[in-house]
């Protein structure tokens, strides 16, 4: 069966710390994979998303990056942080017409 | 521009009683999908039900049903013999890009949803 890992679950980090998160997928091939951020009690904002390896389509213009490495491995990176970038950050993954499945999440807090 | 909208931040449904959620989108995407996801105060995102823009009935999974018309854009999520456990956010979310193969995800603001004892 398919899975995704999400990892850390909770992050606290300092302003202009680096960040990375990373999230994998198992259990299927060539997924499409997505990154999310959710400002609390708020909706979730499409940020990266990829159809295959090395091919990264930014959705909104920010501090952050993305890449993939591997197949199935979507990483969430910054070189500074700022405290907007504060928030829930989700991994998601689809193949085709699917519905998306969701990591657990990581909460970022920037301090 | 917004391509989902959720007009309602907040709901509050009685115990038993049925509740409609709130969804428009736009698109010009010919195929698209529509979904919701339930999101307890968790964080997961729980998928309920999935309409595609070509299916010609409203989908249904156990207590939830999509009122989806197609002519005004709408996907309404209807929850019959509400629980406490349905107290979420909820979210619509469209999956658009089917043609161009990129299969983005959209999703709204959510509405909050409390079910009264």
């Known amino acids: 069966s398919q899975t995704i890992h999400q990892w850390p679950a909770t992050l606290v980090q300092p302003v202009g710390s680096p960040l990375s998160l990373e999230c994998t997928v198992e259990?299927?091939?060539?997924?499409?994979l997505y990154w999310y951020r959710q400002a609390a009690g708020r909706g979730l904002q499409l940020l990266f998303y990829s159809v295959g390896i090395g091919q990264i389509s930014s959705e909104v213009p920010q501090n952050l990056s993305a890449s993939r490495p591997q197949d199935r491995q979507f990483i969430l990176s910054s070189k500074k942080l700022l405290l907007s970038d504060s928030g829930f950050y989700l991994c998601?993954?689809?193949?085709?017409?699917?519905?998306?499945?969701f990591g657990q999440g990581t909460r970022l807090t920037v301090v | 521009a917004q391509k989902i909208t959720q007009t309602q931040p907040g709901m509050f449904v009685q115990e038993k009683e049925a509740v409609t959620l709130d969804c428009t989108y736009d698109t010009s995407d010919p195929s698209y999908g529509l979904f919701w996801y339930k999101q307890p105060s968790s964080g997961e995102m729980i998928f309920l039900i999935y309409?595609?823009?070509?299916?010609?009935q409203n989908a249904t999974e156990g207590r939830y049903s999509l009122n989806f018309q197609k002519a005004r854009k709408s996907a309404n999520l209807v929850i019959s013999a509400s629980q406490l456990g349905d107290s979420a956010m909820y979210f619509c979310a469209m999956r658009e890009g089917l043609i161009s193969g990129t299969y983005k995800y959209i999703f709204g603001t959510g509405t909050r949803l409390k079910v009264l004892a």
């Open positions: 259990g299927t091939s060539n997924p499409n």
């Open positions: 309409q595609g823009s070509y299916d010609q």
């Open positions: 998601a993954w689809s193949v085709a017409r699917r519905k998306a499945f």
